[in-house]
Structures are given as C-alpha cells and as structure tokens.
C-alpha cells in the first residue's frame, strides 16, 4: 500500500512539473502563434458576422487550385526524396570521417539554409538559367523545368540532414556494429539491423523538417517556376497580396495547416514506435581518417556535391557582389553606407540592416532556446495524449504560411496590452516562432536517449525536477543545445516571409534589404543586394565556424 502511494505520489509530482514547463511554451504559441492565424483565417471566412464555410468545397473545387494542390505535394516527396538521398552519405562522412577543414565545411554548407530565397533563386537562375553555367557549356536549360526547383530545395535543406542525422550518428557507439558483425552479419546487415534502426527518429525528424519547407516552399517556387509552376504558399501570397482574395487564401491556409498536422501526427507515433535508451559517446571517439578506396571514393563524392551543388551557387553571389560597373572591386559594399545610394530604398543606409539582424537574431536564438529547451524537457518521458500531441503541434509553425503570420501580426498585435507595432520585439517573435520547432527537435531525440535510470537515481537522491534537469540532462545534452542554438541563430538570420511585413523601414533585416533592393531597378540595386548577400553569407558562416569549433569538456561526460 505504502508503495503504491509513493508511486501515485510520484506520478502526480512528473506529471505537475511537465506541465509546468508546458506553460511557457503553450502560452507563447497561443499568443504569437494561433491567435494571429485564427484571426486572419476569421477575416477571410467571415463575412457580415456570418461564416461562409461553403467557400471551402467552392476553392477545392476549382481545377486551378487543385493543380496548385497535387504540385505541392509531389514536389514536396520528390524533394524530401532527393535531398536524403545526396545528404544521407554527406551526413556520415561528416559523422565519422576526420579530414582537414572538417569543421570549415560543415560551416559553409549551413549557410544556404539562411539565405533569402529570392537571392537563392537568382543564384540558381546564374547557374540554371538563358546565359548561365550549363547554358553557356551545354547548351541546357533548367530554369524552365520542375528540376531547377528540386536542386535548390537540396541546396537549402542539405545542412538539416547533416546537422540533424549526423549529430547523431556521430554520437553512436560504433562497436555495437562491429559486435554484429563479429557475430557473422554482413558490412549491410549489421548496418541495416543496428545502426539504421537507431537513427531512425533522426533521419525522420530531418526528413519531416525537409517536407515541411519544401511543402511551404514560397521564394524558390516564385522565382524559378515562373508561372508554370506555384505552391500552395506562393498562391497564398498572389491571392492575398495580388488579387485581395482573403477567403480562397484563408481556405488554402486552412488546407496547408491540415496537411501538416496530419503529417506530424504521423511523425510523432512513428517516433514513438522507434523510442529506445541508446548508448551514446564522445563524438570524438567516433570520427577517424578514411581507411581504403571506397571510404577515399565516397569522401571524395561528398566532398564533389558540395562543390557543385553548395560552393557553386554561392561563388555566384561573390562573383557578382564584387562585379561593379568598372570592373572588379568594393563598389557595391562602399555603397551601402551612403543613405542615397539605394534610391530611397530605406531610411536608412543599407548597411545597418547588418547590424539589425545580428540584434534581432540574437533575441530571437534567445527566445527559441527558453521556449524549445522547455518544451523538449517536458517531452522528454512518455505521457498522456495530450502532451504528445503538443509534440506535433509545436512544429505547426513550420507548415503555416509565413504570409499569413506575418498579416496575422499586424491586425491582432495593434492593441493593448499587446501593442507592439512599434515595438522591435516584434521581428524577433516572429523569428522565434520558426526557431522554436529545430530547438525541440534537435534537442529531443539526444534527451529521450538519456537512460532514465540517471534522473531516477537523482529524485531518490531529494533532487528537484529542476535540479535534475540541471545536473543529469544539461551535462548531456550541452552539444545539442550548441547545435540547436545555432540552428535558431541562422533561421532568425534569413527569415522573410512574416518579417517583410512587420519589419521597419527605419530598422531592416537582411532579407528584407536584399528583397527591396531586388525588387528597384537597376545595377547598382542589383550589385548591393548582392554584397548584402554575401555579408549574410559571411556573418553566418562565421558564427558555425565559432559554433563548431566549441567543444564539450570531456571529463564532465558530455559528448
């Protein structure tokens, strides 16, 4: 009896303080997340004070729509499906192998993942399109065709594969293999039986964040479909923006967000399946040399694809940042501190929108690791149905149309006691919200890999949930947070679509300075959104370089 009481008593307590961190991140997401989309979604569906639900058979119906439907969607499979297939081999190089300007290179191929996508398109149009590289060797043009589209959502979803699966695989005990393997198992099978089955959450969790973008791809699609091609997001924004149609946008809003959700929903009972205690280790025990041709070839292809498929597109941005009107040189960057020169783009000079970035990005990287760390300790043990189903629903920001977010912002954050049109706080909100889901979802799978047996022997001990989380989970799980912080760092740095519509025009962010320089005619417009371009590029690069190179303290136990 007086074990069963302690049992219940303990179950309370785990129960009481996972909802406790649950608060938090609930309140945030209720108050920046689902009241903005609610309330932009009202003003579409309700007309009058009545609400026109049969708009939504009358927008499904539409031929026009469904094709927009049936493109999203493929195009999203084949993206998930090509970038997994060319990052999955980059993702255990990068895990196991220890080569020079290892750390240099995980940097660079995380920069695309932060750039604008309209500086990415016109990148890709330089290499793909009339006058590009193939073009002017081969004669071929992609520009024109679905494949242009898929090798940019490559290009900007690779580094979550690598980041995603291989900090993991890096993590794993590689003896467990070479047990199976002494056992009889084949090189594949010890493979196929042992390590697949362990990074199976990771690679479905990089495999959901990679279907989630390309789903809601908007500046790619825009840009190098032209008017062939377009997703749901990319009509969202001509409905809204061009056309001042609210209520097919608010239907196709809603369809978006019941695609995702049934997605996630089956995401989190796939992880749930795949849940086990794994035996993780020093990273740095893991990773050595090449040894034979084919682990030389296969470094060598990897090293191949990111030269093609990551250096390429961004030599692009130096070369042309650096191709001034009388030839080579600084022109472009000497210009962005005059506040004439972009033509009363801004009302300011161009270059503080660096200054703005770092700033609001650094809030927000702030932002996401209280709200994601919560959130993701509170996730860690299995619980009822409704924390798991937060699980999901904590990734919902990645699915909502970013336009959608953004106008949500401006007509629900206008009053009091939340005010904050005036405000800056407002761009890192909407850069956190993004920033949230890659917290939880980098920190999650490395917690719930923790023996339990660990914080058990902590409570026995009188530790506090919270002293618990300090003294067993952080020490553990410090890399993922590094990495997690970083992820948060480079989102905040190239999100665009809710911050074009809420960042001031005396306080612009990157993106949105590289988007209206873009959008005046010009050269010397073109030129400085290109040196703005490449600034983001370098700035971003440079905090992965500093990230990497961080290290755990191997005597603490960390990995």
Same mark, same amino acid.
């Given at each position: ?23 938090? /991140? ?298 001034? /009107? ?22 300011? /000079? ?160 990157? /993106? ?48």
């Amino acid at each position: 009896m007086v074990l069963a009481r302690t049992e219940v008593t303990k179950s309370v307590r785990g129960n009481a303080a996972r909802l406790g961190l649950m608060a938090g /991140p609930v309140v945030f997401f209720a108050v920046f997340f689902a009241y903005p989309v609610v309330a932009i979604v009202g003003r579409g569906l309700e007309i009058d004070g009545v609400w026109q639900f049969g708009r939504i058979g009358e927008v499904l119906s539409r031929p026009d729509i469904l094709r927009v439907l049936w493109f999203t969607t493929w195009q999203a499979l084949a993206s998930t499906a090509l970038t997994l297939l060319i990052a999955l081999p980059g993702a255990y190089v990068f895990a196991r192998f220890d080569f020079p300007a290892k750390r240099l290179l995980r940097a660079v191929v995380t920069v695309p993942f932060v750039l604008p996508t309209v500086v990415v398109g016109t990148a890709f149009l330089a290499l793909l399109g009339r006058g590009g590289l193939l073009d002017e060797l081969w004669g071929v043009r992609l520009d024109t065709t679905v494949w242009a589209i898929l090798l940019a959502h490559v290009f900007f979803n690779y580094a979550v594969v690598v980041r995603t699966v291989g900090g993991l695989w890096s993590q794993l005990d590689p003896r467990q293999e070479e047990a199976a393997r002494v056992l009889g198992a084949g090189r594949f099978a010890a493979w196929r039986r042992v390590t697949l089955p362990a990074l199976g959450p990771s690679v479905a969790a990089a495999a959901l964040m990679v279907f989630l973008f390309t789903f809601t791809s908007f500046g790619v699609v825009q840009i190098l479909g032209g008017p062939t091609f377009s997703t749901v997001e990319v009509e969202i924004y001509r409905q809204t923006a061009q056309l001042l149609d609210l209520s097919t946008a608010a239907v196709l809003t809603l369809v978006q967000f019941a695609a995702v959700g049934a997605v996630l929903a089956v995401h989190a009972w796939t992880v749930r399946r795949r849940e086990t205690t794994l035996k993780l280790v020093d990273p740095a025990q893991t990773a050595r040399r090449p040894r034979g041709a084919g682990q030389w070839a296969l470094l060598g292809g990897v090293l191949a694809t990111i030269l093609l498929l990551i250096l390429a597109p961004l030599g692009v941005l130096v070369e042309r940042s650096l191709d001034g /009107p009388g030839g080579y040189g600084f022109e472009y960057y000497r210009a962005l501190t005059a506040l004439d020169a972009s033509g009363g783009t801004f009302l300011v /000079p161009p270059i503080d929108a660096v200054w703005n970035s770092l700033r609001y990005a650094l809030v927000a990287t702030a932002i996401a690791l209280a709200v994601g760390g919560l959130a993701a300790a509170a996730l860690t043990r299995k619980a009822g149905r409704l924390l798991r189903g937060f699980d999901a629903l904590l990734m919902l920001p990645l699915g909502v149309s970013a336009v959608t977010v953004g106008f949500g912002f401006l007509i629900t954050l206008d009053k009091p006691p939340l005010d904050l049109r005036a405000s800056w706080i407002l761009v890192p909100l909407a850069q956190a919200l993004v920033g949230v889901p890659f917290v939880v979802r980098m920190m999650l799978p490395v917690l719930r890999a923790v023996d339990g047996r660990l914080r058990e022997a902590a409570a026995v001990l009188g530790a506090s949930p919270l002293r618990v989380w300090r003294e067993v989970d952080l020490p553990l799980v410090r890399r993922a947070l590094l990495i997690a912080a970083g992820f948060a760092f480079a989102i905040s740095l190239g999100e665009f679509g809710a911050t074009v519509f809420i960042a001031r025009p005396d306080n612009p962010t990157l /993106p949105v300075a590289v988007a209206r320089l873009l959008g005046r005619p010009g050269e010397l417009n073109y030129g400085q959104a290109m040196a703005l371009s490449t600034i983001l590029m370098v700035v971003c690069a440079v905090a992965l370089l500093v990230l990497e190179r961080i290290r755990p303290d191997r005597s603490s136990g960390e990995f």
